[in-house]
């Protein structure tokens, strides 16, 4: 049985969604909330296998209400349950910490079938909702691997591709010898390269020196 907190500030939404989940055999509404710290208290007193999250309601939102389960219990799922679309509730819900993303257009049956999925480990999204994720990334530079670097580890690297030497490069920055090595190691695993000539050989196919 996949039992099922249900958050929706309305009660006629809650009533009518809760009864259709309950008539099915291997769902079971166990307890309803009608805000977001409701929601809270009730998710992690009762552990649901499956938390359904409006996004707008009183009080706290569903929003935050996600954020604060995750908090506390990272293994929550969470399928949000929503009219809205815009990027200002998508992407802020995902973030959160929310599993599966819904329109309450949906059909009763197909939030049944997202729960399903949701407890057996998938991620149901609804395709606009898929949409804007991939536009996102499309226009979402990637980060190159020396994006990663701190400042010094960068000015490490550029000793290095100097031809500087460990001990060089501590005696210049009146560092240990030590810190140098760790920072080296540091460089080398964020470049994802194996040795100080590879690094060198990507600093320069990247333009860093």
Known sequence: ???????????MVRIGVAAYLSAQQD???IAEAGDGG????????????????DLVMEEMDGIEATKKIIEQWPEAKIIIVTSFLDDEKVYPALEAGATSYMLKTS?????????????EGQSILE????????NRMREKPVDSPHD????REMEILMLVA???TNQEIADQLFIALKTVKVHVSNVLGKLEVQDRTQAVIY???NDLV
Do not use: S
Request: cysteine-free; proline content about 3%.
């Open 148 to 151: 990663q670097l701190t400042d």
């Open 1 to 11: 049985m996949i039992n099922v907190l249900f958050a929706d500030d309305h009660e």
């Open 162 to 164: 100097q031809g500087k």
């Open 203 to 205: 600093a320069f196919k």
């Open 107 to 119: 059909k009763a049956n197909e939030i049944a079938k997202a729960i399903r999925a949701t407890y």
């Open 127 to 134: 395709p606009e909702v898929t949409g804007k994720i991939m």
């Open 27 to 29: 769902i079971e509404v």
């Open 38 to 53: 409701e929601a809270v208290g009730l998710a992690l007193d009762l552990k649901p296998d499956i938390i359904l999250m």
